[in-house]
């Protein structure tokens, strides 16, 4: 017969034993690469003068190294520019915009959205006004 | 007009209270000007504002300056100082402070004139020592001997705009605050602006009413200078009526031509008075003006 203690023992260890291998598994296992597509700068402001953004902008993944990639966009020059290589990593583009742009980046055999970013394009706040009530040039 | 003006101001309220940034049409740079910023100018030229007081001279206008700051709600234009009350698209409801124009006539460094800056001191608004009014028929008791003083003074009070597609409604009515001649003013303008391109012109019709104790102070003629004048003309309250015509073409940023000219038709009220001889006043002026 099993002692009273022995008896405690026994579901102590199990339980030890089934933690222990549930923490194996977990370090055994490679962590999944987010998809990540990094645009930089991401904002352009365009001054009060000027309603266009003209700014050079760098596209930046760290996708899968063994995809090629694809971005498109809502760029009117930019429709779609695809990689030559799985290993490039980045794409630059001049840009001419007076609205947001969104960039999205696709697997280019299977088509896959891999992920998107957008460049938001803001106007610098113009100077507040408020209506005038006398002729700057009125004779009294 | 009193009454005229408490209809439109409550016609104005009818639209609703409450200050509001309303959405303004800054069609050009003389509908709107930047909030925290002094509005510093100076037009450079050749004008001329008939004096209609006899045997005093027309005063010249060779530079007008323009000086001007808007806050939130408190503004300075060229010398009056106001409060916005209330304002909407279609409306808005100041309290003012103003000053006279009838004072101009008198004293050439009056603060109506100051932003009439003649190049020749010599050529003063002041009439010589004494005015006379004699004339082959008249006895010496219809002469007007030295003129006392007709002070500057300000008004305060309150005005409403209303804006339309048919131009621009200005109403106001103000009151000597100094209490010097302790009367009334109102006015009611109505202007309108065409901008074409780099022109902008501006046409405007004003009824100015001013009230006995103004007409009396000023266009009055005190026992002490006529005996028989003081007897002979009473005062009334009267209404001028003026046309105005501004018209600016931008030549850059900075710059812009302007050409300025109004005609007073003044009321018989104030034409009868012995110290005019004439029953209007015109004024012109043509620069070139610089904003800084």
């Known amino acids: ?140 | 007009m009193p009454l005229f003006f408490v209809l439109l101001l409550a016609a104005s309220l009818f639209f609703g209270v409450g200050v509001a940034k309303a959405s303004t049409n800054c069609e050009n740079n003389t509908d709107c000007i930047e909030v925290g910023r002094w509005d510093i100018g100076l037009a450079l030229g050749y004008g001329m504002k008939s004096n209609p007081l006899k045997d005093f001279d027309d005063i010249p206008i060779y530079a007008v300056p323009t000086l001007a700051y808007y806050g939130e709600s408190w503004f300075f234009d060229n010398g009056n100082i106001g409060y916005t009350l209330a304002e909407g698209e279609n409306f808005t409801i100041n309290l003012i402070t103003t000053f006279s124009n009838d004072s101009a006539f008198f004293h050439r460094w009056d603060p109506s004139n100051i932003f009439l800056l003649s190049g020749d001191n010599t050529q003063s608004a002041i009439a010589p020592m004494a005015s006379t009014m004699k004339a082959f028929d008249t006895p010496d008791e219809r002469a007007i001997g030295e003129l006392k003083n007709r002070n500057f003074t300000y008004l305060g009070g309150a005005e409403a705009f209303i804006y339309t597609r048919f131009g621009i409604v200005h109403a106001s009515l103000a009151h000597d605050i100094l209490d010097v001649h302790g009367g009334f003013e109102s006015r009611l303008k109505w202007f309108y602006n065409i901008p074409l391109d780099r022109w902008n012109f501006e046409f405007a019709a004003v009824l100015d009413w001013k009230s006995e104790e103004v007409v009396d102070y000023y266009y009055g003629v005190r026992p002490s200078e006529s005996f028989y004048w003081s007897q002979a003309y009473q005062a009334e309250s009267a209404l001028n009526k003026s046309i105005e015509f501004t018209g600016q073409y931008v030549l850059t940023k900075n710059w812009n031509l302007l050409l300025v000219a109004r005609y007073t038709d003044i009321a018989d009220e104030i034409a009868e008075s012995p110290l005019l001889d004439k029953g209007y006043t015109t004024t012109y002026f043509v620069s070139a003006a610089y904003r800084f």
């Open chain 1, 1 to 140: 017969m099993l002692s009273k203690s022995k008896l405690l023992f026994l579901p102590l260890l199990l339980s030890l034993l089934l933690s222990a291998s549930a923490i194996a598994e977990n370090t055994t296992e490679e962590p999944v690469p987010e998809p990540k597509l990094t645009l930089s700068p991401e904002i352009c402001i365009t001054s009060a003068d000027q309603e266009t953004c003209d700014i050079e902008v760098t596209l930046n993944w760290q996708a899968e190294t063994n995809k090629t990639v694809c971005i498109i966009s809502d760029y009117k020059d930019l429709n779609k520019w695809c990689s030559s290589s799985p290993n490039i990593h980045s794409f630059s583009v001049n840009i001419s915009a007076t609205r947001d742009i969104q960039f999205v980046m696709i697997d280019k055999d299977t088509h896959e959205t891999i992920a998107g970013v957008k460049l938001k394009v803001t106007q610098a706040s113009p100077p507040q006004v408020r209506r005038r009530y006398r002729n700057p040039w009125s004779l009294f």
